[in-house]
């Protein structure tokens, strides 16, 4: 397995990236909503289309799951150190929480 820290803030943020050998737009952004929290949009690189979007940055699972259809090449899980199951919160994401695209290396 390998694993990729995605290069996330806590700022709403656009910026592209390389995850298993495609380039993708990531959009993070913060719902306030109710229940609300981090989300994640996927946008192909070369076209600017749509993936996915309003992924909700959960842990505990991968935030990909049931997507494979989609293309993706690895999954995606969140972590916070100290709780590993503690969702990212408005301050600490890509502080104590962070993102990782991990892929079997073969």
């Given amino acids: 397995m390998e694993n990729f820290k995605i290069p996330l803030t806590n700022v709403p943020q656009q910026f592209e990236i390389n995850l298993g050998g495609i380039d993708y737009v ?22 600017g289309d749509p993936i996915v979007h309003n992924l909700p940055v959960i842990t505990g699972a991968n935030i ?8 993706f090449t690895g999954d995606l899980y969140a972590y916070t150190d100290g709780d590993a199951l503690a969702p990212p919160t408005l301050s600490n994401l890509g502080v104590e929480s962070n993102v990782y695209f991990q892929t079997d290396v073969t």
């Fill in 26 to 47: 990531m959009t993070c952004k913060w719902n306030s909503a109710d229940e609300g929290g981090w989300v994640l949009d996927i946008d192909d690189a070369l076209t």
């Fill in 64 to 71: 990909l799951s049931g997507l494979d259809y989609l293309g």
